[in-house]
């Protein structure tokens, strides 16, 4: 693999470094030298033309990965983002959907553009474009080289790439755990070494010629080759390749003409079969995006099934749609599997039923049954056992996606159109279910609240069994707990349907 460096900030003078050869060396190419006969060649950007920044993410945000990056550096680039080229690490997508913080590299658009365009004259279009050097964790490293304008310091740490000028102050030296060394060109060796003894520095000062500067770059986890710099067409190197040993093939021009016949048939077929699955794709992203704007005009969209199928859940318990994960079919589901062990406490919220009051012998054999079949889980949690509704599994593929999203659309569309029931008449069942209990309501906007103490266990499971078809609403938080012969201390959140 050949890698170039530019000596200049105008592209007219390189670096051509094989990194095939044993012991690689850097050679210089001459003005107007063509380059045509490189192949798998990459182009190196020197360290002080790429500036580093650390990028929180918030969860689901790899749809729209380079919007949210865009948009977290805009306050820290003082600049027109399109006058920039931000650049992310092959896992960004996986980093995205975590929601963890990421590194990206910005380099300056017009700067990338000269160097790119000085390589094509020569008839070279590079496959890679990496970096000289970049962020390593737990390592704390300091170069002396010459850059393209001036000879500098860079300082590569866990926390970015630095560089400075050989006569500025420096970056404060390390102090943690992470090894310190420090490297240096042939001809800045001795600066190197006498900058590291009034540091007072027990590190040796290392000779690290160009070419193996370079070499190493080629071996880099990051590839700036993206967005508009993307090689268009990945296989056009190898076609070039092949090209070549075709003309320099023994004179068979038969071979030849069904060689390249050959070839041209396949990149055919291949451009066919590329066109049409981007069409498909096309096809596929703006159904799904049509289908959530629909149905959640002023939501942004990041995980359209998952925001799809909390908007299901909201409308179903607006609407009192029996669900397994209500609170009265966990509890159901806890008496068909263990009749023996009633519970003394409980919690709901947020579709899980957490379960406090056990000893250690009954919460193992609850984790001993099989809750699988039901479609439930049941985990330990910090405060007792979780019980909740196995959620499907997400769609992989996008046409998966897409039908998953279009079958929540027209679930979510049929609960629209259902009629609610009036706020007035929800409140008058509430109040009939409870009115010879010592049970106190509290109305909001949107909700009901119930608080009750000394309530019998034939009561609360009355209000259990019979609410939901009573008053036509879902349970949406429960707090309860036994108080012996007193009974039961109860607080309910139901859902009021809108004035």
């Known amino acids: 693999m050949w890698i170039l460096a530019p000596t200049d900030a105008l592209g007219e003078d390189w670096l051509c470094v094989n990194t095939a050869l044993a012991q690689p060396r850097a050679e210089p190419l001459t003005s107007g030298q063509t380059l045509r006969h490189l192949s798998d060649a990459s182009l190196m950007l020197p360290a002080a033309w790429v500036a580093w920044h650390r990028v929180n993410l918030p969860p689901n945000s790899q749809r729209h990965l380079h919007t949210v990056v865009a ?150 986890p990051w590839n700036f080759a993206q967005g508009r710099y993307r090689p268009r067409h990945p296989g056009l190197h190898a076609l070039r390749a092949a090209g070549r040993w075709l003309l320099q093939a023994p004179p068979t021009r038969s071979l030849r003409l069904a060689l390249l016949a050959l070839v041209a048939v396949h990149v055919v077929g291949a451009t066919t079969a590329w066109w049409r699955d981007q069409q498909h794709t096309q096809a596929l992203e703006n159904t799904l995006a049509q289908a959530f704007a629909s149905s959640l005009p002023h939501t942004p969209l990041l995980d359209a099934p998952v925001q799809m199928a909390r908007a299901v859940r909201q409308a179903q318990q607006a609407q009192g749609v029996p669900h397994r994960a209500d609170l009265n079919a966990l509890l159901a589901a806890w008496a068909e599997q263990l009749p023996q062990l009633p519970l003394t406490q409980f919690r709901y919220q947020a579709d899980q ?80 279910l409870t009115a010879d209990t010592p049970a106190q309501w509290q109305f909001q906007a949107n909700r009901g609240i119930l608080t009750a103490q000394g309530i019998p266990s034939d009561q609360l499971a009355q209000w259990l069994a019979e609410w939901p078809a009573l008053a036509g609403t879902s349970i949406l938080e429960a707090d309860v707990s036994a108080q012996g012969p007193a009974g039961w201390r109860v607080q309910l959140v139901v859902h009021l349907p809108p004035a």
């Open 353 to 432: 039923l957490q379960i406090a009051g056990l000893s250690d012998t009954h919460a193992q054999q609850a984790l001993d049954q099989a809750w699988g079949p039901l479609g439930l889980r049941l985990d330990r949690g910090p405060q007792g056992l979780v019980l909740r509704a196995i959620d499907p599994e997400p769609p992989t593929s996008l046409s998966a996606q897409v039908d998953r999203v279009l079958a929540l659309q027209a679930q979510l569309t049929a609960l629209r159109e259902r009629t609610p029931r009036a706020p007035a008449q929800t409140r008058m069942a509430w109040q009939a």
């Open 71 to 220: 948009h977290a550096l805009e306050d820290q680039l003082l600049q027109d983002l399109s006058d920039v080229h931000l650049t992310l690490p092959a896992q960004a997508k996986a980093q995205a959907r975590q929601g963890q913080t990421l590194w990206c590299a910005v380099i300056d658009a017009q700067r990338l553009d000269t160097l790119l365009a000085a390589l094509a004259q020569r008839g070279l279009h590079p496959s890679r474009i990496v970096p000289e050097l970049w962020p390593e964790a737990d390592s704390h490293q300091v170069h002396w080289l010459q850059g393209p304008e001036q000879a500098q310091r860079v300082w590569v740490r866990d926390d970015g790439v630095w560089a400075e000028p050989l006569g500025g102050t420096g970056l404060p030296l390390a102090t943690g755990p992470a090894p310190f060394s420090v490297w240096a060109e042939p001809a800045l060796l001795p600066d190197a070494q006498r900058w590291a003894q009034a540091h007072g520095l027990n590190t040796e000062p290392a000779l690290q010629p160009v070419a193996e500067r370079v070499a190493r770059a080629g071996q880099s």
